[in-house]
């Protein structure tokens, strides 16, 4: 997809993301809302900068997500 911001034209590439529809709906304005969600939540990474008694180290922490 091309988009344009303030003159300038880039390409962008789309994410396909796989969705699970829920029974819960919800209502704004009159109108009826139907929620979506990931099929597959990504796991997120972490690296913590840490000092710990003058010694610098990283750890790195992976969170599983549901």
């Known amino acids: 997809m091309q988009l344009v911001y303030r003159g300038v034209r880039y390409n962008t590439a789309s994410t396909h993301v796989d969705v ?14 139907k929620f979506h969600y990931p099929a597959k939540l990504p796991a997120v990474k972490q690296i913590l900068h ?14 599983p997500t549901a």
């Open 50 to 63: 840490l000092i710990y008694r003058g010694v610098a180290f990283d750890e790195v922490i992976t969170t």
């Open 20 to 33: 699970v529809d829920v029974p819960v709906t919800g209502q704004y304005r009159g109108s009826v809302i």
